[in-house]
């Protein structure tokens, strides 16, 4: 009898993807370069005469207002990462390097439909190495007035994500399921970013979202969606916000054993929940594929920093 090893995996080859930066509105290419085991996921500027590798760990992460962003994109930071680090988390992709020509991640059509395409059409290649984990050991939770999110313990990787806005458009809806590269490719991907027009018309004055357009979100005026197509479900809005907690919570530098649960959250709590969990060393653990062995805290510079030295966080 063999037993089954979950080893670490990369893609088998490399993949070139080009857009546009949704803020920037300027062209963005993307290489997405197979990397070792133990690696992890790295974002490169490959613009910057001394590229600095940016590891995509939640104690990188520098803003959260409109999007999820890494370092200092002004030199060698990377801005909207959420969407190809859910495709990375929700297919299994444990390292790559992530050759990037400016400071923001292309947009696609707001969705990780694209880079899912790239990561099947690549293929994976497994690793000398089994696959380690980031186990949840108790429940931790971050509120801030209405809204709130937690971790739990569970035997899998769920993501619960409830939305709830004012609009009949949209008002409560949920998602919840386990995140298996099934799950994720056929009920999640696809999920568009989405927005207000009035919205997106002031980040306009203010210089943002200048590639922002009917082919990457879904616009909303007047309590109907512009696109001509629609939607591409009736609740593709809280799939999207799953879509962005699932790559969010990648930045936790593991693939998660646990389930983790918002009400009405964003890319601000998301990032939140992981500081509260790595605040307090008992709430998780780092376990080992085959046998899920405990593998012991990884130091303050790596995977678990310190909260304390972790940048104030918009």
Known sequence: MTTHVDRQTTLAD????????????????????????????????????????????????????????????????????????????????????????????PIMDGSSAVFVEAIEQAGLKKLDRGRRYLKVKKTVRVDNGTAWCELHPHQGTKFDITIDFDTPLIGRQQFSDEITPDVF????????????????????????????????????????????????????????????AVGDLALAGLPILGLYRSYKGGHKMNHAILVKLFEDPSAYEIVESPAFRQVGQVDKGGLAAAAAFGPDVS
């Open 14 to 105: 490399q993949v070139t993807l080009t857009g546009i930066g949704v803020h920037s509105g300027k062209p963005a290419s993307i290489t997405l370069v197979p990397a070792e085991s133990g690696v992890g996921i790295v974002f490169t500027r490959t613009d910057q005469d001394d590229a600095v590798e940016v590891p995509a760990l939640w104690n990188k992460v520098t803003q959260t207002a409109l999007c999820t962003v890494l370092g200092d994109p002004s030199k060698d930071g990377v801005a909207t990462v959420e969407h190809l680090m859910a495709a990375l988390f929700g297919m299994g992709v444990d390292n790559l390097i992530v050759e990037i020509d400016g400071p923001e991640m």
């Open 185 to 244: 490719r056929d009920d999640l991907s696809r999920a568009r970013t989405f927005g207000y027009v009035k919205d997106v018309e002031q980040l306009w004055k203010m210089g943002f979202a200048l590639g922002s357009s009917l082919d990457n979100s879904v616009a909303i005026a007047e309590d109907k969606v512009l696109n001509p197509e629609g939607t591409r479900w009736p609740d593709e809005f809280a799939r999207h916000k799953a879509l962005d």
